[in-house]
């Protein structure tokens, strides 16, 4: 229980200096916030699951390794996203509507499609951390080819770039260099103690990965989002979990899968329940981020409530209660089709008042 409390502790802290170090050399190359939040801060908070992830891989614990990754991705959505919008709405770029929730969505299918075999090989892992290196050189020259509101091109400044002095840019190299090396010595900490945590409780290594350690890794996303949030800077609070969760699953279990000596096992648990819900998760997000392009608190709670219900079925699985049967009927034949149905109204809601706007604007 110490390893695990230090090791969350030391990711934590190290997350937070890789993030401040990154974003401070992002603000020099005069890049957009959406760009810092989907790409710098999405890739510095997810240092944990990289690390975590990876060390379970060479320790052969393939269920954390893989637990981890996909139960960040559900954790990130539902409860982080679903926390900001309850502090503050979020508001949403057409950009992430049209390219990169699309995206997330995608790879979330590609992943589990390549696992159906119940296993990542080396070349699908290959195949995955060549798509994190094309998302981010995409999302750059994107970047400075989109106006912004502030001035030029390339960013939210049409001013140039501040000159550092040397001693301020060595200190911002330092905190990055210092923030993953806490990663890794956290990470071996926190796969220290949830391993010894289930095998104290009973519980099964892959749940302790899809709840404990996901939730863990993540602190430095619902940190840095609902921070983000009330600041409103609701670019890097949304882009800073969609970012994430590309990040997870291309580069995290991309190279899990690539430097591992044998493929990465994938369990039918993984297979039956969690990247199906991970996947409905990533699927869900694109008709609420496209009703009006904000995320109000009303989804806010909606996310929430999902994620309560996604921990409590893990929960009756691992210890096989006879509620399961009855907790699956009511979420399968009355849950999910009335938030499909709740989903769909505002689809075509929005709809209607894209259609209304046109017609004033043909009118004047």
């Not at 001013?159 to 071996?188: E, F, H, K, N, Y």
Request: glycine share 12%.
């Amino acid at each position: 229980m110490v390893n695990f409390i230090a090791g969350l502790a030391l990711l934590v802290i190290g997350a937070e200096l890789l993030v401040r170090g990154a974003a401070s050399l992002a603000r020099r190359l005069g890049v957009t916030p959406l760009l810092v939040g989907l790409t710098i801060v999405a890739f510095g908070t997810s240092a944990p699951e990289m690390a975590v992830s990876i060390k379970a891989t060479f320790a052969g614990q393939p269920d954390i390794a893989v637990g981890n990754a996909v139960g960040s991705n559900t954790f990130n959505v539902l409860f982080i996203l679903g926390l900001s919008a309850l502090v503050a709405p979020l508001a949403v770029q057409a950009k992430l509507v049209k390219i990169d929730v699309p995206l997330m969505i995608a790879v979330s299918g590609a992943l589990w499609l390549m696992s159906l075999d119940g296993a990542l090989s080396r070349w699908e892992g290959m195949a995955l951390f060549a798509g994190i290196v094309v998302f981010t050189v995409a999302s750059i020259r994107l970047s400075r080819r989109t106006p912004t509101p502030g001035g030029g091109d390339g960013g939210p400044s049409a001013d140039p770039a501040p000159r550092w002095p040397v001693a301020r840019l060595a200190g911002q190299i330092i905190m990055i260099i210092g923030g993953l090396g806490l990663c890794v010595l956290g990470s071996r900490w926190l796969v220290d103690g949830a391993v010894s945590l289930a095998r104290t409780l009973g519980v099964s290594e892959l749940v302790i990965g899809l709840t404990v350690v996901a939730a863990g890794t993540s602190l430095p996303e619902l940190a840095t989002s609902v921070v983000a949030a009330v600041r409103g800077e609701r670019d890097i609070a949304v882009g800073n979990i969609v970012g994430s969760n590309i990040f997870n699953i291309l580069a995290i279990l991309g190279a899990c899968a690539t430097v591992a000596p044998e493929p990465v096992i994938v369990s039918p648990d993984v297979l039956a329940f969690d990247l199906p819900v991970m996947a409905a998760v990533a699927v869900a997000c694109l008709p609420v981020f496209f009703t009006g392009y904000r995320i109000g608190r009303g989804e806010g709670v909606l996310f929430l409530a999902f994620y309560a219900a996604y921990v409590g079925a893990l929960v009756l699985m691992a210890v096989e209660h006879h509620a399961l049967d009855e907790f699956s009927t009511v979420m399968l034949w009355f849950v999910l089709p009335l938030t499909a149905l709740g989903l769909g109204g505002s689809v075509l809601a929005a709809w209607r008042r894209h259609g209304l706007r046109h017609a004033r604007n043909d009118a004047s």
